[in-house]
């Protein structure tokens, strides 16, 4: 089907040349003239003889005169030259010479200035009278205001009724593409070219294809701003015109036309409507998006309560088969304003990787199953500023334990900047790792109170002493090079430990003991020390009936 472009906003000077009730004579040739020069709009006809009628003039415009400024014996062609110049400085689209009123014929100078300054010149013989010439202009300009209002209600009449069709969001474009004669680009909320029309708009040169970058860049920038917001820029000899969708901080997409043409005001008009009636297609389809939310969710607790047959046959009848085993669980979240934009891509990757991720909210959280092919999708989620917690390979009968692996991953991954933090990393701490991070802090605090009270008061060194001692597994050697003191004076220290604890430290459980309360307490070393010089490095040492009393600690 054909394009259905819009009248132009002015009648040309050829169309209004062409008046036959006119009888006008053009005396520049065309071929003289420069390209296009017949073809300027003409916005009113003016009539003035006035040396310099500029200031009552306005670009667009035809000035009809009869000569009287010329009317003297003295005009030389520089006079001529002067007065056309200042015309075309100021945007006149063409000069009329009305003949037989004060002079016959139209002066050759004149005809010789406006061929020399690219000014179309046209002879209006005495039968025509200027005001006929004007009448003929303004009819012309209503017939065209007509034709473009016609055309206005036309174009939104066609777009309303692809609206209603069942493809309704892609046909609106379409339409819209047709109507205004350009390209139509839908991009999503992530900036990823959804729809364009017609659909082999960037499949050839070059040029279209940077147009098509330029766009999504620009597409890009507006989305990361959260607000809504229109753009126009060139590129490749392009204007394109941008325009956000949906509401501030809910954006769901940018609307971007591309064309030879800027969009005039009537066709403007069509691509408000056209983005309304997208930013109302496209928050159905997010309601709708919630809807399918709900239900993934359901399913999620579907496989979490055992029943994989069940959530498998719902799962593929409505978006295919679940990854397939093993499958790895991970664990996000994001504030409120930003899920919908996360929930959205992860629903364009579920639909690009069908059967290799799936995807549910959790409460405030978001829980996803991959499978080895689809671990790029975390790293993007990364890209939002997410941290990520990954469990270990498991399958969906044990969706339950990777559950809660993932989110102690995740739980552990806020500690630091966002990224990926899989659950086999922080399992290799130790289970002592995690005191740190529980209600234990308070405990650990307590315990050690009487060393850390009495460091502050003396200046002494007992705390990091006895971490010192614990992590050479309790030999005074080892402890004293590390604090670069005699072995004696280390013995002495951990005495008096021992005394302001009131704990035996020779045995295994006071030993154990005083190493959680360093780790819960944070006053140690980080907690990720532990399975390097931690307690499982030298509990045996203590239990060993062949060690010495200087390697067991016995006085």
């Known amino acids: 089907m054909s394009p259905s472009i819009a009248p132009p906003l002015l009648p040309s000077l050829r169309r209004l040349l062409a008046q036959p009730n006119l009888n006008v004579r053009l005396l520049t040739a065309e071929t003289a003239l420069p390209p296009g020069a017949l073809d300027r709009p003409v916005d009113w006809v003016h009539s003035s003889d006035l040396p310099d009628p500029t200031p009552f003039l306005s670009p667009h415009q035809m000035l009809l005169t009869t000569g ?30 009305g003949t037989e ?3 016959d014929g139209t002066p050759d100078a004149l005809i010789a200035a406006c061929l020399a300054g690219g000014m179309p010149l046209i002879e209006v013989p005495y039968d025509t009278p200027f005001i006929a010439v004007a009448r003929a202009g303004g009819d012309l300009v209503a017939e065209l205001r007509f034709a473009r209002d016609t055309w206005t209600l036309g174009a939104q009449r066609a777009i309303s009724l692809a609206a209603l069709r069942p493809d309704g969001l892609s ?10 004669g350009h390209w139509v680009a839908l991009f999503d909320s992530n900036g990823v070219l959804n729809q364009v029309f017609p659909r082999d708009t960037f499949s050839g040169a070059s040029a279209a294809r940077g147009s098509r970058d330029r766009a999504q860049q620009e597409a890009e920038r507006i989305l990361r701003r959260g607000q809504r917001a229109s753009l126009t820029v060139t590129d490749h000899g392009e204007t394109l015109n941008l325009q956000t969708l949906g509401r501030r901080d809910h954006l769901r997409g940018v609307l971007a036309l591309g064309g030879q043409t800027t969009l005039d005001p009537a066709s403007q008009e069509v691509v408000t409507s056209v983005i309304a009636l997208a930013g109302l297609a496209l928050e159905q389809n997010t309601a709708l998006g919630h809807a399918r939310g709900h239900l993934r969710s359901g399913l999620l607790q579907t496989l979490l309560g055992g029943q994989v047959e069940l959530a498998t046959t719902v ?11 093993p499958v790895r669980v991970a664990v996000s979240a994001t504030s409120p304003e930003r899920l919908d934009a996360v929930t959205d891509f992860l629903e364009l990757r579920a639909a690009e990787r069908n059967g290799h991720l799936f995807y549910a ?9 991959i499978d080895s092919h689809s671990h790029s999708v975390l790293r993007e989620l990364v890209g939002f500023g997410l941290h990520v917690g990954l469990s270990d390979p498991t399958v969906f009968s044990s969706l339950s334990g990777a559950l809660t692996q993932a989110r102690q991953a995740w739980d552990r991954s806020r500690e630091g900047e966002p990224g990926i933090t899989p659950f086999d990393a922080i399992s290799r701490q130790g289970v002592l790792a995690f005191l740190a991070r529980t209600d234990a802090s308070a405990v650990g605090r307590a315990a050690l109170a009487p060393l850390t009270d009495h460091d502050a008061a003396t200046g002494s060194t007992l705390v990091h002493t006895l971490r010192v001692w614990l992590e050479a597994n309790g030999q005074f050697t080892p402890a004293a090079a590390a604090l670069g003191v005699h072995r004696h004076t280390v013995r002495n220290r951990i005495g008096q430990v021992e005394v302001l604890l009131a704990r035996d430290l020779s045995g295994f459980h006071a030993r154990a003991d005083a190493w959680a309360a360093l780790l819960a307490s944070n006053v140690a070393a980080t907690a990720g020390d532990a399975p390097a010089r931690g307690l499982g490095s030298w509990s045996g040492a203590s239990t060993d009936p062949s060690r010495t009393p200087e390697q067991g600690h016995r006085r």
């Open 68 to 97: 009287r400024q010329f009317a003297f014996d003295t005009m030389t062609d520089a006079v001529y030259t002067d007065y056309v110049q200042r015309l075309t400085a100021h945007g006149i689209s063409c000069l009329g010479f």
């Open 101 to 103: 009123v004060i002079r």
């Open 315 to 325: 799962s593929t009848e409505l978006w295919g088969a679940f990854p397939e085993e």
């Open 361 to 369: 909210r959790l409460g405030t959280s978001i829980v996803l199953c």
């Open 171 to 180: 046909a609106t474009l379409s339409e819209l593409s047709r109507q205004l």
